[in-house]
Nanobody
Framework: VQLQASGGGLVQAGGSLRLSCVVT????????MGWYRQAPGKQRDMVAV???????QYTDSVKGRCTISRDNGKNTIDLVMNNLNDEDTAVYYC?????????WGQGTLVTVSS
């Protein structure tokens, strides 16, 4: 199973960004797919996740600013982030979980400039 993330980059504060991730190498339905992030010197934390039944969960700091969406047919998980601030600067990792294991993408850097 491989997760390929894309969409990171440099964005000005107040701007928007879309992160995309595609899961390949498995025909198994991913129970949970989502995005985590790790800022410099900090632990990796959840940003948003979506279950295969459509339930979503967001960390408090991004509620109202971010939208997660998944396409079960294409095995993709996207994260749209709006009104970005410097606290959103981090490496973002896509994540997928099945009954058989947990998988991570390679990480994509998001840098918010003020």
């Amino acid at each position: 199973v491989q997760l390929q993330a894309s969409g990171g980059g440099l964005v000005q504060a107040g701007g928007s960004l879309r992160l995309s991730c595609v899961v390949t190498g498995s025909n198994v339905r991913m129970n949970v797919m989502g995005w985590y992030r790790q800022a410099p010197g900090k632990q990796r934390d959840m940003v948003a996740v979506a279950t295969n039944t459509g339930r979503t969960q967001y960390t408090d700091s991004v509620k109202g600013r971010c939208t997660i969406s998944r396409d079960n047919g294409k095995n993709t998980i996207d994260l749209v982030m709006n009104n970005l601030n410097d606290e959103d600067t981090a490496v973002y990792y896509c994540h997928a979980q099945t009954l058989g294991g947990t998988y991570w993408g390679q990480g994509t850097l998001v840098t918010v400039s003020s």
